[in-house]
């Protein structure tokens, strides 16, 4: 059963980490390339902030977002503030998200996030996670994906391959993790190719964030794997 106030504490401490390695840039930084194609670190930072007031949105029963584009323009608009502005924001944007988290609410609801998906209303609190945790990384100050929770990167793989499975551009896949722990996903037709290696890379594959090269493929290629 997914715990929202074990998840909730986690965005908290995963947000303290951010906050604490992003204190530590300069205004000048902030305008640099994150790893993210065509954003700059400011665009990685106003996503992050903008994404917290977008899942109060969902958690109170909004629509997430007004629209694509209005969530682009917010994006656009805040990327080039100053550090300072930009971590009063992601203060003051994660307040509003645990304040949200933590009123009495039905977390067996479901719950509409963007372009139609659904879940539970508990399981918000782990979206919001892995936004935090994947977002540090993307910027490029030092946080990798081996510095991730443990507890975070087998819960992200297992979300991930949930994600995949059963999808039609997908073949059926085996993906076993580094204590040999296989998960199934893709297709399910055909022989399975198996996939394994380092958690990190496992992760890194899944989410868009390496191309896989660090991973031991049996049974055929590496799948290319759609967009998240």
Known sequence: MIDHAHDLASVRDATERLLLAVGKLDNASVTEPSRLPGWSRGHVLAHIARNADALVNVLQGR???VSAEVRDADIERDATRPLDVHLADLRESTARFQEAGAAPADWSRTVE????????????PFRRWAEVELHHVDLGIGYELEDLPEEFTQREID???DRFRGHPDVPAVVIEED???QIPTGRQDGE???VSGRNADLLGWLAGRRDGSGLTVTGGALPG???L
């Open 159 to 161: 979300f991930l391959a």
């Open 63 to 65: 629509p997430m977002y």
């Open 113 to 124: 996030l963007r372009n139609g998906v659904t879940d539970s209303a508990a399981r918000v």
């Open 225 to 227: 794997l759609p967009p």
């Open 179 to 181: 204590d040999g722990h």
């Open 192 to 194: 399975p190719r198996t």
